[in-house]
């Protein structure tokens, strides 16, 4: 079965950055596009990078310029660099396998952001 592991998260001051890391084991990992979402509470989740198999990348507007997906695939692994981070980037940070539709989640990685 899938399995996703994220890490990397913590409390940071407005301006700083972080490097979210996500695991995945139980799939053939390099043949993948693989996302990061996250998700406030009482706000819908929100797709905020993509990476493609082929490396090809994807932002949502509210984070392009500042974050930057990449992936290792001999380590199964991608990462999610944020930079200037703002509040509005609290959230729990949670990665994904794009072609499995999000039938799998792992316990996710808290972001804070404060003044």
């Known amino acids: 079965q899938v399995q996703l592991v994220e890490s990397g998260g913590g409390s940071v001051l407005t301006g700083g950055s972080l490097r979210l890391s996500c695991v995945a084991s139980?799939?053939?990992?390099?043949?993948?596009?693989m996302v990061w979402y996250r998700q406030a509470p009482g706000k819908q989740r929100e797709l905020v990078a993509t990476?493609?198999?082929?490396?090809?990348?994807d932002y949502a507007d509210s984070v392009k310029g500042r974050f930057t997906i990449s992936r290792d695939n001999a380590k199964n692994t991608v990462y999610l660099q944020m930079n200037s981070l703002k509040p509005e980037d609290t959230a729990v940070y949670y990665c994904?396998?794009?072609?499995?539709?999000?039938?799998?989640w792992g316990q996710g990685t808290q972001v804070t952001v404060s003044s």
């Open positions: 139980g799939i053939r990992f390099n043949i993948y596009d």
């Open positions: 994904n396998v794009l072609q499995l539709r999000d039938a799998y």
């Open positions: 990476i493609a198999s082929s490396g090809s990348t």
